[in-house]
């Protein structure tokens, strides 16, 4: 089993916040595993964990969008029924990755949006709770910032934590297209349990002052999650524009499909996303072999991985 917790230049102060939020999400999750659980239960525990660790950009402490709400985006796929639910522009749930599972199990569509997914939630169980209680005074105070360095024409220049990067040569994407946000702290998991079943999970509360209604590639299938038997399972964060653009996740799975082991079909996603549209930001994929991959190209990523030989987390590939 492999999570991350984001992809950017993670300062030193929370260094260890990112440490401990993925360490806690894989012992949990790999728990399920070692108990003959399934892989996507032991997705939907360890997103749950990062969605409720306000350390994270997903459910409480998200980002926050220009008019100052948090609205979060989720996909759970199960490579090996190959059934996906997908939830996006959610506002009143704490835990969009589960509202994701009932779409997969309980729905036979495979993706809800806004008040639609919400009631869909509800209809099944889930409470809805208001907005309020998913923003942090640290995000209110993040947004402002944003908002000044927008105001005074700094927020498209730079992507956090690269200033030093000039870009790929061969770069497609103009400055432009570049976030408003700092930081990419999208979370997600991969998983392939003991009866050989892929799942993969991402949720993200998107980029710091996004557009209302903006969706990113978090939940979006193929772009920042994917999760096939026949091929791998894959949850990406980063930038998600120029994921989307790429359907990166399913470029990275169908790699592993045509022979590539997942070690070099990560790293050659995170080359391509660059290199094409001078995106950033972080993969992590597992084949059904149990062969992994993991690669960024920001200055670090928050990564955990658990496997029979014990549990590793780090900040840097
Ligand atoms: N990767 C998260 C987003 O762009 O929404």
Not at 6 to 14: K, M
Not at 55 to 80: E, H, P, Y
Not at 139 to 160: H, P, V, Y
Not at 165 to 185: I, M, N, R
Request: aromatic share 4%; net charge negative.
């Amino acid at each position: 089993m492999l999570v991350h917790g984001g992809a950017w230049a993670i300062p030193d102060d929370a260094a260890e916040a990112h440490l401990s939020g993925v360490r806690r999400a894989l012992e949990a999750g790999y728990k399920v595993l070692t108990r003959g659980g399934s892989a996507l239960d032991a997705v939907e525990v360890a997103v749950t964990m990062l969605e409720d660790d306000p350390t994270f950009d997903a459910g409480r402490g998200s980002f926050l969008t220009s008019d100052g709400r948090v609205q979060l985006d989720a996909l759970l796929m199960d490579g090996g029924r190959m059934k996906a639910g997908g939830v996006a522009c959610v506002e009143r749930l704490r835990n969009p990755i589960q509202a994701a599972r009932l779409v997969l199990e309980q729905s036979p569509h495979v993706y809800f949006v806004g008040t639609g997914a919400e009631e869909f939630a509800r209809s099944h169980g889930m409470p809805l709770i208001d907005n309020a209680e998913l923003v942090l005074d640290r995000e209110r105070e993040r947004l402002k910032n944003a908002k000044e360095r927008q105001a005074a024409g700094l927020a498209d220049a730079t992507f956090s934590g690269l200033e030093d990067d000039k870009g790929p040569e061969t770069a497609v994407a103009p400055a432009t297209e570049s976030p408003l946000g700092s930081s990419h702290d999208t979370v997600g998991a991969v998983a392939l349990d003991v009866h050989g079943n892929l799942a993969a999970g991402t949720s993200t509360g998107g980029t710091l002052n996004k557009t209302p209604g903006r969706v990113g590639d978090s939940s979006l299938i193929g772009c920042g999650c994917y999760a096939d038997n026949m091929s791998a399972a894959v949850s990406l964060t980063g930038w998600g524009e120029p994921i989307m653009k790429l359907v990166l996740g399913k470029w990275a799975t169908d790699r592993v499909a045509a022979g590539s082991a997942p070690e070099f079909s990560a790293r050659e996603a995170i080359s391509y996303l660059h290199n094409r549209l001078g995106g950033h930001g972080g993969i992590i994929l597992l084949g059904p072999d149990g062969r992994f991959g993991m690669a960024h190209n920001t200055p670090a990523m928050a990564w955990g991985l658990a496997s029979e030989a014990g549990l590793e987390t780090g900040l840097k590939i």
